[in-house]
Structure formats: structure tokens, C-alpha cells
């Protein structure tokens, strides 16, 4: 068994997990732990939990220690050199001509790496850059170019909800989203209204997707026609997401109808009331029947 915790590097990153040996670590605390790229700074978002050694990957990292007052004064130092940072690289950027917008600059915890995120419409030859920075900065350049759901990821903003979004709030992971989740939800296919700032369909359209695909397999299609109590009755609309529907009533005269909404579970077959198993009597509650004998001669 080893003891594993969840640490976010990010805010609405992914949580990588670590083995917390035998320190004591709560929900909420910041950690210094082993990444692939070096020693780095988290924040624990789980509590310790106690794993099977063979369910986990080989190559688990561990927990170092826990964040020191000197760690959180480096880490916020970090934080600092990064504003500067990118205000230099804009400059080398504009210097270089490069057809590049720079989202985001991230200091290693060590100091000895530094990442410039940026997107671009085409690839960029970036090498010169590379090295112009690395003589700045007397550290490991990287550049990683990222797409425009990453883009929105991280630099946020508000959605047409009115509310930070989804992605740059608490969403680590980006979900498959297709327009035939719009067209179930019987949204408008218009791309403004269904787009979100990065310019792809909104992440939440997959919110409910399983809720309306399960309640278009539970109610009738609009058009179709059915008997409602005792009278045809056609579909007219439907509303997946509180499971009503309306329908339109033909009465006895040609042009004479009734509209009216009713729960979907109306037209749903009613399970029938199962009948009460009847319990034989046993051998002992039997009443006991006396042998007639036979009459003789």
C-alpha cells in the first residue's frame, strides 16, 4: 500500500498524483514535489489516500516535503519575474517580425526553465527567438505553441452565461463537443450563439447531452400521433429538458381543437400491480379429513 495525493500545479489544471510517503499532508496545502521537468511548487486537492502498490504507474514521482515559508517567497518571487518576463519577450517578438501572439510566460520552481506559450496561425520558426532569450534570461527557453481552446483556457474571460468560463474556472480537461449535441438539444444552429470565446462550439453543450439523448428515446417524436384519453392526438412540441410535451387534441368537429401540455410519464405504460402470492396451507393448518368407510353387506 502506498499513500497517493492529487496535486494541481494551476488553477483548473489537470491533478497529477504523487506518493505522499508518509507525510502528513491535508486537502489545501501547498507541496513541493518531483516532475518530469524538475522540482515544482502544488497545491494538494485531494485527500491522502491509501492505494494498492500494483494499480499504480511505475514510474510514480513522490512528494519532497512540504512548502516551506521560503518555498511560498520563492514561488511568489517566480510569479513576479514572469509579468517581466513577458514584457520582454513581446519586445523580442515584435523585434524578430514574427506572426506570434504570446499568451503566457511560467517559470520553472528552481528558476532554471522558463515556457512561453503562444498561438499562431501558421508554424513559426522560432529558433532565433529561442536563443535571443536564452542569452537574456541565462536560462532553458521553451516555446509551446497551443491551439484556441488552450488560448481561451488561459487567459478566461466571460461566456454569454455571464459567468467566467467553464475551461479557465475548474474544467481541467477538454471534452469531444460535436454539433449534433446542439441539434439534439433543439438549439439554433446560428455559430454566435452556440460558439464559445475560442471560437469552437461551447464546452457545455455536453452537459446535458445524456439527459436529453435519454429522454428522446422516452418520448415521442414531434408530428407523430398518438391516444391520449380515449382522442387522437398529434405532437406538437417537446421539451426534453423537463420532460413535457404538447399536444394538439382533435375534437369530433373538422377544425375544433384542444392544445395541452402533459408529463411525458402520462403516456408511459403503467406497470401492473403485482398480484398476491397466494401461500398454500400447509400439511398441519390442512383440516384433517376422516376416511368414510365403506358400507358393508
Known amino acids: ?8 500545479f494551476r488553477k483548473a489544471g489537470k491533478i497529477y498524483h504523487f506518493w505522499a510517503q508518509d507525510l502528513p499532508i491535508n486537502k489545501g ?6 516532475t518530469a521537468r524538475g522540482v515544482e511548487f502544488g ?10 502498490e500494483e494499480s499504480l504507474p511505475p514510474d510514480l514521482k513522490q512528494v ?46 528552481e528558476g532554471n526553465k522558463i515556457l512561453f506559450y503562444f498561438t499562431a496561425e501558421d508554424r513559426v520558426d522560432f529558433r532565433e527567438l529561442a536563443r535571443d532569450l536564452a542569452s537574456v534570461f541565462r536560462a532553458r527557453i521553451e516555446l509551446r505553441q497551443v491551439g484556441v481552446r488552450d488560448e481561451a483556457k488561459i487567459l478566461g474571460g466571460l461566456g454569454s452565461c455571464g459567468r467566467e468560463i467553464c475551461c479557465n474556472s475548474w474544467m481541467a480537461d477538454f471534452t469531444p463537443v460535436s454539433i449534433k449535441m446542439a441539434k439534439d438539444q433543439n438549439l439554433s444552429l446560428n455559430p454566435a450563439k452556440i460558439s464559445g470565446l475560442c471560437g469552437r462550439l461551447m464546452c457545455c453543450l455536453n452537459y446535458e447531452e445524456e439527459h436529453y439523448a435519454h429522454m428522446r428515446q422516452l418520448m415521442p417524436k414531434v408530428g407523430s400521433t398518438l391516444k391520449y384519453k380515449g382522442e387522437e392526438a398529434t405532437v406538437v412540441e417537446c421539451n426534453h429538458l423537463i420532460g413535457r410535451l404538447r399536444l394538439r387534441i382533435n375534437k369530433d368537429q373538422e377544425d375544433s381543437f384542444e392544445f395541452e401540455w402533459i408529463d411525458h410519464t402520462e403516456l408511459l405504460p403503467k ?16 383440516p384433517r379429513q376422516r376416511r368414510r368407510r365403506k358400507p358393508t353387506a
Open 1 to 8: 500500500m502506498k499513500n497517493i495525493v492529487g496535486v494541481r
Open 29 to 34: 496545502d501547498a507541496v513541493i514535489v518531483e
Open 43 to 52: 497545491i494538494a486537492v485531494t485527500d491522502v489516500v491509501a492505494r494498492e
Open 64 to 109: 519532497i516535503r512540504a512548502a516551506t515559508p521560503d518555498d511560498r517567497l520563492n514561488y511568489e518571487e517566480n510569479r513576479l519575474k514572469e509579468i517581466r518576463a513577458f514584457d520582454i519577450a513581446k519586445e523580442k517578438i515584435a523585434a524578430h517580425g514574427l506572426d506570434m501572439k504570446l499568451l503566457n510566460v511560467e517559470y520553472t520552481f
Open 271 to 286: 406497470p401492473e400491480p403485482e398480484k398476491p402470492k397466494s401461500k398454500k396451507p400447509s400439511r398441519r393448518s390442512r
